[in-house]
């Protein structure tokens, strides 16, 4: 099967850690890697931020990323990007008229109206996956949600246009029905972990001597609760707080994040307690999520929410925020601790628990492990996304109503 994938400001080649490289181009890639393994022909059409980048670069044994010229070659936030995506979908179009792919996946929302713009001289089927819906952001964020302001309109407009939706979460779905989606054409595929990388076999990052650590891996962008982590640490003493994400630790003075989140640290009295080791390398994370009495996760919203899955792979204990898919992926109890978002002091309670109870760290972390293990592997991702495609392959657009069913 010849699979596009759109992911029009989240390249799988990406560096992580910046404001906009996270989840997304985690999920693409890995997607799109463990696809070809299984006999796919991939290609990945990303914006190109870059002058100096290749047409096309081989990811991976059948995989092809190619960067798609749309607006200018440089880094530009994504909020930014709507006025391109008509380019990005001519170009699309023009590629897809000389060589139509089987099934078009589209990631995001201006990742689907530029695969959908292009249909209109291919017939080939739309599968789209939002990764974040523009309703939930704006709910959270209210004045500070950056998005274009037809973001909600042209949200809509793909929910009625696209032949399928790949929600990654349960909680997705439900914001989807209530947008008018069809249920018939809605499955639920979560993301995936690499189990190769992320295992509880593996050195551990060194610690301080006589602290207890907490660890976060995230991007710095104010909702995903990191000021909210460092207000629990003054009330638990004797641990320390490691922060890994944003710019590389060279640039982090001049990040207007990790400015206000260390402020935050020296205010609250916990500034010798906290370490901001800005981007690190990726083979980095797993030594230091097994290096945690615990690692925290509490974003005000997240769509779906990698690391936690990530750190059950380690045998880490999990304490998330009730949100999105850690609704799904954290069992409350058995592999990690949920708290309410936004609530320093629940935090510190079940923060507390969890630091003070060697045997509950352990039973969270071995049960972690195994619901990773059992039920979040990429190739089991891989294999249902293809089940959807070819439910897809070969039905007129519009046409698949009731295929495949949750």
């Not at 490289?21 to 393994?37: F, K, P, R, S, Y």
């Not at 989140?261 to 980095?284: H, M, N, P, S, Y």
């Not at 999520?289 to 929410?305: H, I, M, N, Q, T």
């Not at 936690?308 to 998330?320: G, I, K």
């Amino acid at each position: 099967m010849k699979v596009a994938m759109v992911s029009e400001h989240a390249s799988p080649l990406a560096a992580l850690g910046g404001v906009d490289a996270g989840g997304q181009n985690v999920h693409v890639a890995a997607l799109a890697t463990e696809m070809a393994t299984l006999g796919s022909e991939v290609t990945i059409y990303t914006r190109r931020d870059d002058p100096d980048l290749p047409c096309r670069v081989a990811m991976a044994p059948g995989v092809v990323v190619e960067h798609v010229p749309a607006g200018p070659p440089s880094q530009l936030s994504k909020d930014l990007l709507l006025p391109y995506m008509d380019e990005f979908a001519a170009h699309l179009g023009r590629a897809w008229s000389a060589l139509p792919p089987d099934v078009v996946h589209s990631h995001f929302w201006m990742s689907g109206r530029a695969a959908l713009g292009a249909r209109r001289v291919s017939s080939v089927p739309v599968v789209q996956t939002f990764h974040a819906l523009g309703v939930v952001k704006r709910r959270n964020q209210g004045a500070k949600d950056t998005s274009p302001p037809q973001r909600l309109e042209e949200e809509n407009r793909i929910i009625r246009r696209a032949d399928w939706i790949i929600s990654t979460c349960s909680d997705e779905v439900f914001e989807l029905k209530r947008l008018g989606a069809d249920a018939g054409r809605v499955s639920v595929v979560p993301c995936g972990v690499d189990l190769d990388l992320f295992s509880p076999d593996g050195p551990a990052a060194p610690r301080r001597q006589g602290l207890r650590r907490l660890v976060v891996v995230s991007r710095l962008v104010e909702r995903k609760g990191i000021g909210n982590v460092i207000s629990a640490l003054a009330h638990l003493p004797d641990t320390e707080l490691v922060i890994a994400g944003g710019p590389a630790i060279g640039h982090l003075s001049q990040d207007p994040e990790a400015q206000r989140l260390r402020a935050l640290a020296a205010t609250t009295g916990v500034a010798d307690r906290v370490t901001f080791l800005g981007q690190i390398e990726r083979k980095r994370v797993p030594p230091l999520l097994r290096s945690a009495d615990a690692v925290v996760c509490v974003p005000w919203y997240e769509p779906f929410g990698i690391v936690p899955l990530e750190a059950m792979a380690c045998a880490a204990p999990v304490v998330a925020s009730a949100v999105g898919g850690m609704i799904d992926t954290v069992v409350d109890g058995v592999t990690g601790v949920h708290v309410p978002p936004r609530d320093p002091q629940a935090l510190v309670e079940a923060l507390g628990r969890v630091l003070n109870n060697e045997d509950l760290r352990k039973s969270l972390g071995t049960n972690g492990a195994r619901r990773a293990r059992e039920r979040y592997a990429w190739r089991s991702v891989a294999q249902a996304t293809l089940q959807v495609y070819r439910q897809l392959w070969g039905a007129p657009a519009q046409e698949t109503k009731g295929a495949v069913r949750r």
